[in-house]
């Protein structure tokens, strides 16, 4: 019966993961508000009918995608930082990564998110709450143990300050431009916080781990 179960989840899960997986990349190429149902049963290479058998209308599958693309992220943010040397280096890494994706995302999705999809942006706002300042105060609290962060920096609203910062640059500003690219904006903003809250002992490792993680980000 065991064995029937996992067939049975895996011929369930398998045209969903293919839903989701196309959404999402549609979503970062093209934004939300142009893409169609039809694209995203094309991209996934499934019926209409199929697609609706999963989600009643597009709202469910924007919904649904940025929920599963989030834990995603969240997945990969987790594995990186908990093998990492220190504090100084899983941050290095979440900034790299995080570049990297931001690299590839459509400069409007977060303001067509927020805009057209406010059920949508409330969950994801939501999910930022939960993981995505937790680990990030996680983080300045063990750097502050290891003297690489200041110990007077307060680890919380720093946490905050990093994320809301790191949204900025995904709305409509005066920051991303003809002459500034969202990927340098990210860039400056993200060492802007870190030598914010780092010692001299974390300076150090900074200038070690960018050279080995954020240059190759930049260059890929």
Not at 97 to 112: G, I, R
Not at 163 to 177: G, R
Not at 199 to 211: E, I, P, S
């Amino acid at each position: 019966m065991k064995n029937v179960s996992v067939v049975l989840l895996r011929i369930i899960m398998e045209p969903l993961n293919k839903i989701l997986t196309s959404a999402v990349e549609l979503f970062r190429q093209y934004g939300m508000k142009a893409i169609t149902m039809d694209d995203i049963a094309r991209r996934a290479g499934i019926s209409k009918k199929t697609l609706y058998q999963h989600f009643a209308n597009k709202n469910e599958v924007v919904t649904e995608s940025v929920q599963w693309y989030k834990e995603h992220m969240c997945e990969v943010c987790d594995a990186q930082m908990a093998e990492s040397e220190n504090a100084i280096e899983a941050m290095v890494k979440m900034l790299a990564f995080m570049d990297n994706m931001n690299k590839q995302m459509n400069p409007m999705l977060l303001f067509e998110l927020q805009r057209y999809f406010p059920e949508a942006y409330k969950t994801f706002r939501e999910q930022l709450e939960l993981r995505d300042v937790g680990m990030i105060r996680d983080n300045i609290q063990q750097g502050i143990e290891e003297g690489l962060y200041r110990p007077e920096v307060n680890a919380d609203l720093m946490a905050r300050f990093r994320l809301e910062s790191s949204l900025m640059i995904l709305q409509p500003n005066l920051l991303v431009n003809d002459r500034n690219s969202l990927i340098s904006v990210a860039l400056e903003i993200g060492e802007h916080f870190m030598y914010g809250i780092m010692t001299q002992k974390g300076v150090k490792l900074y200038h070690k781990y960018k050279d080995k993680h954020i240059k190759q980000e930049v260059k890929s």
